[in-house]
């Protein structure tokens, strides 16, 4: 008895199976982008291994990082393609997991929703701990340390700070290949000043990168916030509530 | 010659019993570096945190102890396996977190130590799966008693 | 004898349950169990409005979505261009402040990433999610135009 009911089951899932229309090769895809990659792009591959044509209803990301291209709109029984997920690095670190949702027109309703999904591994070039040091208003300017080690991915052996601020005195101590210390110390933490320090690497040789760490004597508890509407990009930001100027810059 | 198959069971017992207490104290931690790796849902993850050192805390136990001894020894088999795979997993996807597996002590192991270590302790779990006749004889004797009942 | 194993297995298997769901059932106030973050980030639109000026919002959504329309005094703030944004967002912050993040809704990633790397990467402190995201807040103070 038992064994009968376990054929039938099988047979009906592989009737279901064989009734499957879109057969993707891989839905989970990892990409390794290198140091300094703009973007990604997993190709998501599949075939019509049913007897009728599908139509690509939707092809969805799950955010705006990621654009999607399917090649046609309809496969036709034996036809293959590949859906595009073109991944738009940004600013982003770590491993970055997105998914696109594809809909077409399968009569089966679990065989018409795919989820594919892209992994990312992003390198990380210098890993700068932390990125934003501060002082309060009036505290005590005592000096501050930041920890930068460069990743087996980015070799860089030096590492110097350029800063336009005079408000900040900066030093690097050089520890083990690709590791050092910055010290940051305000001159004085009487009024709200802040600029971003400069990281200037050595590598890669034809257009060595740079990095930047904020530091910042903040606004005394009570301050109204920045009157000024911030800007998506390009010019740097100026503080216009406290009366003197800020240091911050591009 | 037995006190070398003993002293094998405390070591590798006592090893799954640290890095499982290690793990116990700060399953939310430990949670987060599943998460790192993006292939299970966080749901699962923060489940499988709590779990996992509980899991190798007990099995270790039975190791030194050697009560369910056959038991404990596979579990700690596959849980190494695991290890291992999560280790060339995060190497392959050029992964530059932690395996977590060991909690702070391994944090800044490379890749090869990592192997090292992790094979080092399959060995040791291969080589007490081939332990001689004493587990055989013991297997017989609850065999035989086995078929009185 | 594999048999052995497979017994002996399962019963571990088992009893190790038990101080797991223990350590689960004693922890369980401080461990969010659904989402990645802990249930006390998140904040209420109305919670955050009764922060009056304590409040700096961050907009963790694109830059076209931004300039479509935001609340109102909140700063950009996106993984496509984090270094640029966190430049110009950081001289308008100070200790005292709460910050709380929003995306489109509360279901997007966008908001928990950048909560996630103000607090790594940058140290701050006392960094809210905002519950429902921008869809709520519109709800909120916006009436739909037809």
Same mark, same amino acid.
């Given at each position: 008895?038992?064994?009968?009911?376990?054929?039938?089951?099988?047979?009906?899932?592989?009737?279901?199976?064989?009734?499957?229309?879109?057969?993707?090769?891989?839905?989970?895809?990892?990409?390794?982008?290198?140091?300094?990659?703009?973007?990604?792009?997993?190709?998501?591959?599949?075939?019509?291994?049913?007897?009728?044509?599908?139509?690509?209803?939707?092809?969805?990301?799950?955010?705006?990082?990621?654009?999607?291209?399917?090649?046609?709109?309809?496969?036709?029984?034996?036809?293959?393609?590949?859906?595009?997920?073109?991944?738009?690095?940004?600013?982003?670190?770590?491993?970055?997991?997105?998914?696109?949702?594809?809909?077409?027109?399968?009569?089966?309703?679990?065989?018409?929703?795919?989820?594919?999904?892209?992994?990312?591994?992003?390198?990380?070039?210098?890993?700068?701990?932390?990125?934003?040091?501060?002082?309060?208003?009036?505290?005590?300017?005592?000096?501050?340390?930041?920890?930068?080690?460069?990743?087996?991915?980015?070799?860089?052996?030096?590492?110097?700070?350029?800063?336009?601020?005079?408000?900040?005195?900066?030093?690097?101590?050089?520890?083990?290949?690709?590791?050092?210390?910055?010290?940051?110390?305000?001159?004085?933490?009487?009024?709200?000043?802040?600029?971003?320090?400069?990281?200037?690497?050595?590598?890669?040789?034809?257009?060595?990168?740079?990095?930047?760490?904020?530091?910042?004597?903040?606004?005394?508890?009570?301050?109204?916030?920045?009157?000024?509407?911030?800007?998506?990009?390009?010019?740097?930001?100026?503080?216009?509530?406290?009366?003197?100027?800020?240091?911050?810059?591009? | 010659?037995?006190?070398?198959?003993?002293?094998?069971?405390?070591?590798?017992?006592?090893?799954?019993?640290?890095?499982?207490?290690?793990?116990?104290?700060?399953?939310?931690?430990?949670?987060?570096?599943?998460?790192?790796?993006?292939?299970?849902?966080? &749901?699962? =993850?923060?489940?499988? *945190?709590?779990?996992?050192?509980? /899991?190798? #805390?007990? +099995? $270790?136990?039975?190791?030194?102890?050697?009560?369910?001894?056959?038991?404990?020894?596979?579990?700690?088999?596959?849980?190494?396996?695991? &290890?291992? =795979?999560?280790?060339? *997993?995060?190497?392959?996807?050029? /992964?530059? #977190?932690? +395996? $977590?597996?060991?909690?702070?002590?391994?944090?800044?192991?490379?890749?090869?130590?990592?192997?090292?270590?992790?094979?080092?302790?399959?060995?040791?779990?291969?080589?007490?799966?081939?332990?001689?006749?004493? /587990?055989?004889?013991?297997?017989?004797?609850?065999?035989?008693?086995?078929?009185?009942? | 004898?594999?048999?052995?194993?497979?017994?002996?297995?399962?019963?571990?298997?088992?009893?190790?349950?038990?101080?797991?769901?223990?350590?689960?059932?004693?922890?369980?106030?401080?461990?969010?169990?659904?989402?990645?973050?802990?249930?006390?980030?998140?904040?209420?639109?109305?919670?955050?409005?009764?922060?009056?000026?304590?409040?700096?919002?961050?907009?963790?959504?694109?830059?076209?979505?931004?300039?479509?329309?935001?609340?109102?005094?909140?700063?950009?703030?996106?993984?496509?261009?984090?270094?640029?944004?966190?430049?110009?967002?950081?001289?308008?912050?100070?200790?005292?402040?709460?910050?709380?993040?929003?995306?489109?809704?509360?279901?997007?990633?966008?908001?928990?990433?950048?909560?996630?790397?103000?607090?790594?990467?940058?140290?701050?402190?006392?960094?809210?999610?905002?519950?429902?995201?921008?869809?709520?807040?519109?709800?909120?103070?916006?009436?739909?135009?037809?």
């Amino acid at each position: 008895m038992k064994t009968r009911i376990l054929i039938l089951t099988l047979s009906i899932l592989l009737c279901a199976a064989a009734r499957a229309e879109l057969k993707w090769e891989q839905t989970t895809i990892d990409l390794r982008p290198s140091v300094g990659d703009k973007t990604a792009v997993a190709h998501f591959k599949y075939e019509n291994v049913g007897k009728t044509p599908v139509h690509f209803k939707s092809v969805r990301a799950s955010c705006g990082c990621t654009t999607t291209q399917t090649q046609k709109e309809v496969v036709n029984p034996g036809e293959k393609g590949e859906v595009t997920a073109t991944f738009n690095i940004g600013d982003r670190t770590g491993i970055q997991m997105k998914t696109v949702t594809v809909q077409t027109d399968d009569p089966v309703p679990a065989q018409a929703t795919t989820m594919l999904t892209l992994r990312a591994a992003i390198p990380q070039a210098l890993e700068i701990n932390p990125t934003f040091v501060y002082w309060t208003s009036g505290e005590r300017p005592k000096p501050k340390k930041i920890s930068v080690k460069a990743s087996k991915d980015f070799p860089a052996t030096s590492l110097t700070i350029k800063s336009n601020s005079q408000n900040f005195e900066s030093k690097v101590e050089s520890g083990r290949t690709g590791e050092w210390t910055i010290e940051v110390t305000p001159k004085d933490t009487s009024h709200p000043t802040g600029t971003a320090l400069l990281l200037q690497t050595d590598y890669p040789k034809e257009a060595p990168r740079s990095f930047y760490v904020n530091v910042q004597v903040t606004n005394p508890p009570g301050a109204p916030p920045a009157l000024r509407p911030p800007m998506p990009s390009g010019a740097p930001a100026t503080k216009t509530a406290t009366p003197p100027a800020s240091d911050a810059q591009q | 010659m037995k006190i070398f198959w003993r002293i094998l069971d405390v070591l590798v017992g006592g090893i799954f019993i640290y890095a499982g207490a290690l793990k116990a104290l700060d399953p939310v931690q430990f949670a987060n570096m599943i998460d790192n790796y993006k292939t299970l849902p966080w &749901f699962v =993850g923060v489940r499988l *945190a709590f779990y996992l050192p509980w /899991l190798e #805390i007990v +099995c $270790g136990l039975t190791v030194i102890f050697q009560f369910l001894y056959r038991g404990g020894l596979s579990i700690l088999t596959a849980l190494i396996a695991v &290890f291992i =795979g999560a280790t060339v *997993a995060a190497e392959m996807r050029g /992964l530059d #977190i932690t +395996c $977590g597996c060991f909690g702070h002590a391994s944090q800044h192991w490379s890749f090869p130590q990592h192997m090292v270590f992790d094979l080092a302790i399959l060995i040791a779990l291969v080589l007490l799966w081939s332990r001689p006749k004493l /587990l055989h004889q013991r297997q017989a004797i609850h065999l035989h008693n086995d078929k009185k009942d | 004898m594999k048999f052995r194993a497979v017994r002996e297995g399962l019963l571990l298997i088992a009893l190790a349950a038990l101080p797991a769901i223990g350590e689960g059932l004693y922890l369980r106030d401080k461990v969010s169990w659904q989402s990645s973050i802990p249930p006390s980030e998140l904040v209420t639109v109305d919670q955050a409005k009764a922060w009056g000026d304590g409040t700096i919002w961050v907009d963790a959504r694109s830059d076209e979505e931004f300039a479509n329309d935001h609340v109102p005094g909140a700063f950009s703030l996106n993984e496509d261009h984090w270094n640029e944004l966190l430049l110009q967002f950081l001289p308008n912050w100070s200790p005292d402040k709460k910050v709380v993040v929003y995306c489109s809704a509360e279901s997007c990633n966008a908001a928990r990433d950048v909560a996630k790397r103000l607090g790594d990467e940058a140290r701050l402190k006392d960094i809210f999610i905002l519950q429902g995201g921008w869809e709520e807040w519109v709800k909120k103070n916006r009436r739909e135009v037809e």
